[in-house]
């Protein structure tokens, strides 16, 4: 069943405070999140190609725009490269795709921002045909931006050798890579462009020095940040086509009474069915805050065991019924993951 496929449990758990009071623990729990772009069912298999670099005859106005811009000539180029490796590799890590880089193939665009004319459909046949995919998924355009900003920092150490504080001021350089990246994603046997859009997305660097220039040098080369940056940009963009595993946190409470205690010891071992068999008798304790406590953790239960209407019902009666305020935030994040999970049973259907 697909419901057992969308949540699942890392190895950790993570004690909220330190405190003894404190009554709740944290879980970090794998959930399978819906791509945004529905692709057509059918389609199972993509070839990925770079179609971001100059024709010949366009390669000259690139070079003096990379020299007038302060930008890397032959950044954009590795950046761009990177790009589609990302995106193959998030793809081939996730349930929905098996891709392909179709690194072999020298297909020219614009090599600026502006996205070229489609590709003809007898072309994307016949690519798709030789690479055996059910699609085409073309990097159209491919653009870099980088501005670096500084922070000044100034504080106060005790060196051994000396009897007073010292001021240190130090400079924290931080640079921040905007990449703009064009796809298109061909359906030749409909002959339909799926998807054809313009994302941006940003990583930050920052490292710190005596000096500005000092806290410059420290950053990585342009070079490998760019490249870093389009493999992050193609996986953002395989995030957007393909359902992906992202890691969130769910609370529970481990205290308020022993038989608390001794479910929340189960469900650290992974050992839900024991724990809920705990709760679910303590929701009916005379005590509405235990009572309260069994019921939002049961929602846990319910929710790790994949039956997600349970667990909403349970995440309501700990909210309405006896009044929990924290049971309100989980119940939108259930709802949440329904709605998600209709998605997902279209999306990953057969």
Same mark, same amino acid.
């Given at each position: 069943?697909?419901?057992?496929?969308?949540?699942? @449990? /890392?190895?950790?758990?993570?004690?909220?405070?330190? =405190?003894? +009071?404190?009554?709740?623990?944290?879980?970090? !729990? %794998?959930? #399978?999140?819906?791509?945004?772009?529905?692709?057509?069912?059918?389609?199972?298999?993509?070839?990925?190609?770079?179609?971001?670099?100059?024709?010949?005859?366009?390669?000259?106005?690139?070079?003096?725009?990379?020299? @007038? /811009?302060?930008?890397?000539?032959?950044?954009?180029? =590795?950046? +761009?490269?990177?790009?589609?490796?990302?995106? !193959? %590799?998030? #793809?081939?890590?996730?349930?929905?795709?098996?891709?392909?880089?179709?690194?072999?193939?020298?297909?020219?665009?614009?090599?600026?921002?502006?996205?070229?004319?489609?590709?003809?459909?007898?072309?994307?046949?016949?690519?798709?045909?030789?690479?055996?995919?059910?699609?085409?998924?073309?990097?159209?355009?491919?653009?870099?931006?980088?501005?670096?900003?500084?922070?000044?920092?100034?504080?106060?150490?005790?060196?051994?050798?000396?009897?007073?504080?010292?001021?240190?001021?130090?400079?924290?350089?931080?640079?921040?890579?905007?990449?703009?990246?064009?796809?298109?994603?061909?359906?030749?046997?409909?002959?339909?462009?799926?998807?054809?859009?313009?994302?941006?997305?940003?990583?930050?660097?920052?490292?710190?020095?005596?000096?500005?220039?000092?806290?410059?040098?420290?950053?990585?080369?342009?070079?490998?940040?760019?490249?870093?940056?389009?493999?992050?940009?193609?996986?953002?963009?395989?995030?957007?086509?393909?359902?992906?595993?992202?890691?969130?946190?769910?609370?529970?409470?481990?205290?308020?009474?022993?038989?608390?205690?001794?479910?929340?010891?189960?469900?650290?071992?992974?050992?839900?069915?024991?724990?809920?068999?705990?709760?679910?008798?303590?929701?009916?304790?005379?005590?509405?805050?235990?009572?309260?406590?069994?019921?939002?953790?049961?929602?846990?239960?319910?929710?790790?065991?994949?039956?997600?209407?349970?667990?909403?019902?349970?995440?309501?009666?700990?909210?309405?019924?006896?009044?929990?305020?924290?049971?309100?935030?989980?119940?939108?994040?259930?709802?949440?993951?329904?709605?998600?999970?209709?998605?997902?049973?279209?999306?990953?259907?057969?």
């Amino acid at each position: 069943m697909i419901r057992n496929l969308t949540f699942k @449990l /890392s190895v950790f758990f993570v004690t909220v405070l330190s =405190l003894a +009071s404190c009554k709740t623990t944290f879980i970090s !729990v %794998d959930v #399978l999140e819906p791509a945004r772009i529905d692709v057509p069912q059918e389609i199972k298999t993509v070839a990925i190609v770079n179609r971001s670099l100059p024709a010949k005859d366009q390669r000259a106005g690139n070079i003096i725009e990379g020299v @007038l /811009s302060g930008e890397g000539i032959f950044n954009d180029r =590795l950046g +761009s490269k990177q790009c589609v490796i990302g995106a !193959v %590799d998030l #793809l081939n890590n996730s349930p929905r795709f098996k891709a392909i880089l179709a690194d072999d193939m020298d297909i020219r665009g614009t090599g600026t921002d502006r996205f070229p004319a489609p590709l003809e459909w007898q072309f994307t046949q016949q690519t798709c045909q030789r690479y055996n995919v059910d699609a085409l998924v073309a990097l159209e355009t491919f653009d870099s931006d980088s501005h670096t900003s500084y922070d000044r920092h100034e504080y106060t150490i005790k060196r051994e050798t000396a009897a007073k504080k010292t001021k240190v001021v130090e400079y924290e350089a931080g640079l921040n890579i905007e990449i703009e990246a064009g796809w298109r994603i061909y359906d030749p046997d409909n002959k339909a462009i799926i998807d054809e859009n313009v994302y941006v997305d940003h990583k930050y660097w920052t490292a710190r020095g005596k000096t500005k220039k000092d806290a410059r040098g420290n950053l990585p080369s342009k070079s490998n940040i760019i490249e870093e940056a389009g493999f992050f940009a193609g996986q953002q963009f395989a995030a957007r086509i393909s359902p992906v595993w992202i890691k969130v946190s769910r609370n529970f409470y481990k205290k308020g009474n022993d038989q608390l205690v001794q479910a929340a010891r189960y469900a650290k071992l992974n050992n839900w069915s024991d724990a809920a068999e705990i709760w679910e008798k303590l929701t009916n304790n005379p005590d509405q805050e235990i009572a309260s406590y069994a019921s939002y953790n049961l929602a846990l239960a319910m929710e790790m065991n994949g039956d997600l209407q349970a667990a909403l019902k349970w995440a309501e009666k700990s909210y309405f019924d006896f009044g929990n305020k924290r049971a309100r935030n989980y119940i939108n994040i259930l709802k949440g993951r329904i709605a998600d999970q209709q998605r997902l049973d279209k999306q990953l259907k057969d």
